[in-house]
């Protein structure tokens, strides 16, 4: 079990042939969660925001939820990858337009730098305000486990321009 909250970034731009529009998307992406075995404990309101790096591709709707798992963080992120194949998303270019994105943020207080691509925390989740304002609804009191900055700190070091914004 982890020793703090793990944190999932869900995030999709473009319609998916089963579920329809983005925002449609992303709330079915969180019963398959629940059908997954990955219990949603918190969720984010949903926000909208436009691609990062800036690009013409649609406008992202994103997310993040606090889930509760006895899955080590690879299992879990293989388990979200899978979810992500039953959605259609196939991987190719990094920051392409995408059905489905499940972010494995965090596990717990766990700073990890696997052979093989998981880094946690999310190398960029400081970087990011699609992450960050999410995050804020979800754990508002967490701490950076590698850097120690909370959100607030990394709300005020967000490299500018990001547009960001809740829906509804």
Request: glycine letters at 8%.
């Amino acid at each position: 079990m982890a020793d703090g909250p793990i944190l999932v970034g869900v995030g999709a731009n473009l319609p998916s042939a089963r579920f329809g529009a983005p925002l449609h998307t992303v709330e079915a992406a969180l019963a398959a969660l629940s059908h997954a075995g990955i219990e949603v404990m918190a969720r984010s309101r949903w926000f909208e925001s436009a691609p990062v790096p800036l690009s013409d591709q649609p406008w992202y709707v994103n997310g993040v939820v606090a889930v509760a798992s006895e899955l080590a963080p690879r299992a879990l992120l293989d388990r979200l990858h899978g979810i992500e194949a039953e959605f259609g998303r196939v991987r190719g270019e990094r920051n392409a337009a995408r059905i489905l994105d499940l972010d494995l943020l965090a596990h717990g207080t766990s700073v990890l730098a696997e052979e093989g691509g998981l880094i946690l925390p999310h190398p960029r989740l400081a970087e990011r305000a699609f992450v960050l304002l999410p995050l804020a609804d979800v754990a508002p009191d967490w701490r950076h486990p590698a850097t120690g900055l909370d959100l607030s700190q990394m709300l005020a070091n967000l490299p500018a321009g990001q547009v960001v914004r809740p829906l509804g």
